[in-house]
């Protein structure tokens, strides 16, 4: 009978606990690596870096970069970001995969279009996040850099914001060294429909280099440009992502239900 007690504490702590593979503030160092959060609101871009169909019927694939700051040895297991759609519009039918790339750091130069930029490919996967609903963040737009979107400005408002949360297989955690840079871009993958692109969301917090852009073409990809405020181009933009560590809640978790586990197999074996 204690046994079943035991098993019963254990299940309701499980479920009242949040989904371990969401990312909620505030921040914890214990669980949290690197933590550049959205900025909701005026202020606040959702960059277009979508695989996708211009109205016109041409293909684009735009891809965002922003750059971190390895600080710990712990490897990255989870990797958050935040995303709103094109006229909050999310294709229907869409698999939802994106694809999630780190990168070395070039480092700026000495002249002013020397700004640092993504170097070579160190880990790339096409993952399925989960998704839930952020919040509604009025006054934010959607950008596109290349401006054929909403053309010529590039801007139009949404302002429905999910949160993505990507957690990755041990075999495929992202093992750093510290006091290293890297970058780390996010693309939404495949959509086929057109009118229907999604973009990163800026941040409130700003490190490093500013974030970058490219496109990814049939004759490869173009050069990194910087990404500023297009209202404001003094303004630097950096995107919202959290990555996170093995999380000591999940391992008390497991650790408790295998305990308890061998305590029942004790007592029916007697
Ligand atoms: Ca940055």
């Known amino acids: 009978m204690r046994i079943q007690l035991l098993f019963r504490s254990l299940a309701a702590s499980v479920l009242a606990l949040p989904t371990l593979a969401d ?3 505030p921040v914890d160092p214990s669980r949290d690596k690197w933590v550049q959060s959205p900025q909701m609101g005026p202020g606040g871009y ?3 870096s979508s695989q996708a169909i211009y109205p016109g019927g041409s293909p684009v694939s735009k891809i965002v970069a922003d750059d971190w700051l390895c ?3 712990r490897p990255v297991t989870d990797i ?3 995303g709103s759609w ?3 519009s999310p294709p229907p039918g869409w698999p939802g995969l994106f694809s999630l790339t780190i990168y070395s750091d070039i480092p700026a130069g000495p002249n002013p279009g020397d700004y640092s930029r993504p170097g070579d490919v160190l880990w790339s996967k096409t993952l399925q996040p989960t998704v839930r609903f952020w919040g509604d963040a009025v006054g934010e737009l959607f950008y596109d850099p290349n401006k054929v979107l ?3 400005s590039g801007l139009s408002p949404e302002q429905k914001v999910w949160q993505y949360n990507f957690t990755l297989d041990p075999q495929d955690y992202f093992r750093q060294q510290p006091g290293t840079v890297y970058w780390l871009s996010v693309q939404a993958m495949g959509i086929t429909d057109t009118g229907h692109y999604w973009g990163w969301k800026t941040s409130l917090n700003h490190w490093g280099d500013d974030a970058t852009w490219a496109d990814l073409g049939i004759s490869g990809q173009t050069a990194w440009y910087e990404l500023r405020d297009p209202l404001d181009p003094t303004r630097s933009l950096d995107m919202a992502f959290v990555l996170t560590v093995p999380e000591p809640r999940g391992w008390v978790l497991i650790v408790g239900l295998g305990l308890a586990g061998f305590a029942a197999y004790r007592r029916i074996a007697r």
């Open 23 to 25: 990312w909620d503030p």
């Open 46 to 48: 959702n960059v277009l």
């Open 71 to 73: 600080n710990d040895p």
């Open 80 to 82: 958050h970001v935040w």
């Open 86 to 88: 094109w006229s909050d």
């Open 150 to 152: 909403n053309s010529p």
